[in-house]
């Protein structure tokens, strides 16, 4: 037996997290994909979801945007809810904000396509057709189109993964922001691991379909991966994903001798 339940978040005071599982089974003929998952996932947290290729991950995303259905368990999402892919998915016939609010019926649609567009630095792309914009400004107009719906549930696969390492770089600084402004609760499917101790207060794992471990990152943001804690995380995670880390070459440090009285120290050249 399965249940989906919206949730109407924008009540004032709801009293329980916008994002409840219980015991969710999702499965493909004899597969089971997901297997009996619990997850809970408070307003405003910033949740980035890792496991392995194939673990389950958009699947349980799709489950969670309303585009794919369970087999049995609970399943408690708010309704405004917003998911973006790794691909743009964006109509190449329609105009950027066109694009932005496509399917929605809203007053002055127009007004919050372009208001979008600029939370996303894309003021000025605001006629463009897809095929003329580059692959970052293309996944910030889907990130509009998401934001568009004030979402209280941002539902983010992999939607980095695609991108050069500095439009990566951009992008989490324009995630956080929006986050911090807007605070949705966020789930991020990352197989990265530093992105998910970028930008999130908590990292899952998923195996076997399940949550196999979970780390709060409490590092103070802005993060970098230079940060004091940063790479023991870092190393605890690959550990949990069976994945050594690699360490930095071992720096050699020769002891110092204590010299006899009256001693030179020589150093030798060449
Ligand atoms: N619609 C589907 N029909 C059959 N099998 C599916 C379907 N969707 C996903 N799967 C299978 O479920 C498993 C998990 O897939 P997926 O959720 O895409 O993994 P991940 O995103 O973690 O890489 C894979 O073995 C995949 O082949
Ligand atoms: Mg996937």
């Given at each position: 037996?399965?249940?989906?339940?919206l949730v109407?978040?924008?009540k004032p005071a709801h009293p329980?997290?916008?994002?409840?599982?219980?015991n969710v089974?999702r499965?493909?003929?004899?597969?089971r994909?997901?297997d009996?998952?619990?997850l809970?996932?408070a307003p405003?947290?910033?949740?980035?979801?890792?496991?392995?290729s194939g673990?389950?991950k958009t699947?349980?995303?799709r489950?969670?945007?309303?585009?794919?259905?369970?087999?049995?368990?609970?399943?408690?999402?708010p309704?405004?809810?917003?998911a973006?892919?790794?691909?743009?998915?964006?109509?190449p016939?329609?105009r950027a904000?066109?694009?932005v609010i496509l399917g929605?019926?809203?007053p002055n649609a127009?007004g919050?396509?372009?208001?979008a567009?600029?939370?996303?630095g894309?003021?000025h792309?605001l006629?463009a057709y897809p095929?003329?914009?580059?692959?970052?400004?293309?996944q910030?107009v889907a990130l509009?189109?998401?934001?568009?719906?004030?979402p209280?549930l941002?539902?983010l696969d992999e939607?980095f993964?695609a991108l050069?390492?500095?439009?990566?770089?951009?992008?989490?600084r324009?995630?956080i922001d929006?986050?911090r402004?807007?605070?949705p609760?966020?789930?991020?499917?990352?197989?990265?691991?530093?992105?998910?101790i970028?930008?999130?207060?908590?990292?899952?794992?998923?195996?076997?379909?399940?949550i196999a471990?979970?780390?709060?990152i409490?590092?103070?943001?802005a993060?970098?991966?230079g940060?004091?804690?940063f790479q023991?995380?870092?190393t605890r995670?690959?550990k949990l994903l069976g994945v050594?880390?690699?360490?930095?070459a071992?720096?050699?440090?020769e002891?110092?001798?204590?010299?006899?009285?009256?001693?030179?120290r020589?150093?030798?050249h060449?």
């Open positions: 037996m399965s249940s989906i339940d109407d978040t924008s329980v997290a916008p994002v409840q599982l219980r089974v499965q493909f003929g004899e597969q994909v997901i009996g998952l619990d809970d996932i405003g947290e910033f949740v980035a979801l890792l496991g392995a673990s389950g699947t349980l995303l489950s969670l945007a309303g585009l794919d259905s369970i087999d049995s368990g609970q399943l408690r999402v309704k405004a809810r917003a973006v892919f790794q691909e743009p998915r964006l109509m016939w329609k904000w066109k694009n929605l019926h809203i127009k919050r396509a372009v208001q567009l600029t939370e996303v894309l003021a792309r006629e095929a003329t914009l580059s692959g970052g400004e293309a910030r509009a189109r998401g934001l568009v719906r004030e209280k941002l539902l939607p993964a050069d390492a500095l439009t990566r770089i951009r992008m989490h324009l995630i929006l986050w402004k807007h605070t609760a966020v789930l991020l499917v990352t197989h990265d691991v530093d992105e998910a970028l930008l999130a207060d908590r990292v899952i794992v998923l195996a076997n379909g399940k471990e979970q780390l709060t409490d590092l103070p943001r993060r970098d991966s940060q004091e804690g023991a995380i870092r995670l690959l050594e880390a690699v360490e930095p071992a720096q050699v440090v002891p110092a001798r204590p010299l006899p009285d009256n001693s030179t020589r150093f030798a060449g």
